[in-house]
Structures are given as structure tokens and as C-alpha cells.
């Protein structure tokens, strides 16, 4: 069975920075491709960020592209998302996700991945 962990969320003021980490256990992580989504209150999860299984390979939701980075350390089973210029509609709960068949192009449903951390909190303040 596939566990996914999330670390890494708190609270920020706008402009500030956040990193994510999610470690990811009990399979075999080098083959998966990874995501991010978040969920704001009262609102649906929507697809932040994936790389490939390779990390060659990454592609961003348009309100984060330039201030958002995906990477992944295959030898640690780890995945990251590092969040700059943070902006008050940045606020939800973040989760990663692993989609198994390390399918490229990317997959932006939530419907496509498999497998999901239990969330964190990302909290910015204006």
C-alpha cells in the first residue's frame, strides 16, 4: 500500500515562501508520476503542479506558473514544492498525489491519481 506524507505548510505573509515536502512510501516511487493540488475552502481540489517520474518533465497551473518550482529526489522518495511570492489566494489545503502508471503528458484530474497524502495547510496572510 502506497502512504504519502506532506510537510512543510504554516503560515506566511504575502510575498513570502513556503516549501512542501512529501515523502512517499510502500511502493515504487521512481515510476510514479507526482502532483500537487490544493483545495481551498468551500471550493473544489484543482491540479497545481506534476513532474514526471523522471523529473525531467513538469507542468504548472497557470496561477502558479513563475512563482511555483516542482522537484523530486527519487533516491529519498521525495517530492517538493516550493512556493515564492505567495499570494493570499495561494491559502488551501495542499496535497500530493501519485498516478502509478507514470503517465506523461501530464494529468491535471484529480481523477487520474491514485494515491494521496492526507493534506497541508498553507495560510497566507495580506
Known amino acids: 500500500q502506497v502512504q504519502l506524507v506532506e510537510s512543510g505548510g504554516g503560515l506566511v505573509q504575502a510575498g513570502g515562501s513556503l516549501r512542501l515536502s512529501c515523502v512517499v512510501s510502500?511502493?515504487?516511487?521512481?515510476?510514479?508520476?507526482m502532483g500537487w493540488f490544493r483545495q481551498a475552502p468551500g471550493k473544489e481540489r484543482m491540479f497545481v503542479a506534476a513532474?514526471?517520474?523522471?523529473?525531467?518533465?513538469?507542468y504548472y497551473a497557470e496561477a502558479v506558473t513563475g512563482r511555483f518550482t516542482v522537484s523530486r529526489d527519487n533516491d529519498k522518495n521525495m517530492v517538493y514544492l516550493e512556493m515564492n511570492n505567495l499570494k493570499p489566494d495561494d491559502t488551501a489545503v495542499y496535497y500530493c498525489?501519485?498516478?502509478?502508471?507514470?503517465?506523461?503528458?501530464?494529468?491535471?484530474?484529480?481523477?487520474?491519481?491514485?494515491?494521496w497524502g492526507q493534506g497541508a495547510q498553507v495560510t497566507v496572510s495580506s
Open positions: 498525489a501519485a498516478e502509478r502508471r507514470g503517465l506523461w503528458p501530464v494529468r491535471t484530474n484529480r481523477d487520474e491519481y491514485d494515491s
Open positions: 510502500g511502493g515504487t516511487f521512481s515510476t510514479y508520476t
Open positions: 513532474i514526471s517520474w523522471s523529473g525531467r518533465d513538469k
